[in-house]
């Protein structure tokens, strides 16, 4: 028995002589196996807590910058609000007793009238809430007129230095941070979930073979590979390096150098994230969140389109048949391009018409070179019938006049288009002409149409209906409903600006720019208001007693042809200012007299006037903007004022007064426009005692109309004279009939 035990006991310590060493042998191994799995575990949540990080980040930066933004308003608010003095309360209301109890009191300023006025002598609860409803009044008009919630230029005050730099740093953070850091901590959490899986295994997988232990860690790492680790780690590589070094730094002039390199992104942004109705144009609420939502993605080369004018691109793209009345100078034909660019990219092939003025088909022709791989070509002349065949065979876009598509387009086009760009399109606002008839029936064979101009509204409300009733005849129907009228000819006087807004929206948008390019140059106007020669006002006279309206109008400007009128006078002293300052002028008239009495004594080399071929046009155009320092451009209004595009000058001058505001807009915008860097001074030559004043006045009077309607601003006090307008010939017969009389010349 005691050798029986004996043995037993040696038996025992020799299996554990050969087990011991074996069990340590294992336990490093799974020692080591739990220790790679470990590392591959901090490894992996090093990534997770970058994706963290970096989605933070992101969210991080938007909360600083509505911060930012907020107490830039605060700031604006309360600088504006602490100046305005006590006398202000009397505009609304509140009588010379209350204000003398309110200064006995020591008050001198609105912002410090409390809310509570009842508990200062000699006001009782009455008087003291009617203080606190004017007060409230006060705010937001304070608020809605001068809070703008943009930093001053050159970044004077700390919340305009920490606005900017909140911008700039949402700026520097790359659009998908909070996509991608989202992506690479749902990765993580996948491959923390294998490691896991493998972890569990060994902890209760005690007595496996070595063997077994390795194969574990061995396929761990597989499946990890195959459950993309690398890429995720890479991925949190690349957003922590990226994250890190896209911070805008502290000090002030760095802030202040960046903001002046990126203000027009700063401002975008601002406009974007709080003032989203200014991209929308005042769309109905619906239709602006179904734009929105649409797809968009346009093959565009050389520019960078702005957000508003992706909102439009995507707004003809769901809404298919639309006005698009931008405001001048807001790139209308590069929202037509990058939608032509959208629509081949989606469907694999495109067949695109613009519509526009004879002469800027050679610069819509460069333009669609510029900004895309379109293939344009202008449709016209002998190789008509060729271009067309090869437009239907090929796509893409083909660019013809008006007058090409009533006489030719129309007739020989075989088949339909997707697209259908119509550019000035206020040309086609009369039903009864040939282009507008050409236009309609290229409508009915186009899947998407796109109105564009700058003037929707020349005269009267019914213009704006009459081109909606092209794009969408329902929509106009639905305004004459409302308006409970047939004839669109007194809509002014039965439907206000915010009644039209709801009723337009599906058809028609609009922005303008001081609400979206704020960065623009200002644009300095000045009237010069000039007193006539005596013999200016000899060449009048006889221009009144022939009743003459044309010849009224250029007697004014240029006399009698003979000696150097007063207009022509003011004209050589702005010319001689700029001279010097090395500036470019663009002088519009109306009038081929004008022009080349100015032609030959200014002895001008740029001159384009509706005599010029319209591809001569464009050239000269080139020509003047070639030019180095001082430079004059003599145009007709009529010619160079709609489609040109004339940046290099920056001073403009209107030797006369046309007959619709939408004329000399147009002239204006042809300078003041995407890409001008320099402030834009226009000069309106005007005599006293004319007819200049009548059209002065009558330019006034029917630009309220427009600011109250196109742009559905609030309601204008407009004039009765200025809602019945009636034609230039009309208006005509009356300013000569009252000149007659005011000369004491009246006509027989």
Known sequence: MPITGLLLGWLVFAVLCVLVPVYRQRQRVVAAARKRLGELAAMVEQARQTGIRTAQEAQARERELAAAYAALQSDQFQSRWSGNPLEDLRSRGIGDGTLALLRSAGICRVADVPRDASRLPGIGEHRAMLISHRLDYLRRKVNDDHVTGEPAPGLPGPADLHLAQACLNVLLADPGWTTAGCDVMQAANRLQAIISRHQGWLDRSSLVPRGQVVKVVDDARAELQSAGLQSCLERAHRLARTVAGRTCADEPETIRKLYGQHRAQVLDLLISRFERSKLCGSLAEGIARKVEAVEFKPVITAAA?????????????????????????????????????????????????VVAPASVLENWRREVTRFSDLTAYILGGPTLDQDLQRFVADGDMVITSYETAWMKVVERLPCSVTLLVIDEAHMIKSPSTRRTRACVELMRRAEHVLMMTGTPLENRLAELIQLIQHAQPKVAEAIRARAGSVDTKDLEDLLSPSELTELVSPAYLRRKQTDVLRELPPCIQTEEWIELSPSDMDAYRQAVMCRSYADMRRAITIGDGKSVSAKVKRLDELLAGYRGAGRRVVVFSFFLAVLRYLRDHLNAKHYISGEIPAARRQQVVDEFSGRSGFAVLLAQISSCGIGLNVQAASVVVITEPQFKPSTEAQAVARSRRMGQTQPVMVHRLLAADTIDSHLHERLQAKAKIAEAYSDESRLAAVSQQASSAGSEADFARVVIELESRRLGRRAA
């Open 305 to 353: 389109l702005r957000p508003y004018q992706i909102f439009g691109c995507r707004f003809v793209l769901q809404q298919r048949r639309v006005l698009l009345g931008d405001e001048m100078g807001l790139g209308k034909s590069l929202q037509a391009i990058a939608v032509a660019t959208h629509l081949r990219a989606k469907h694999g092939k495109l067949r695109a018409i």
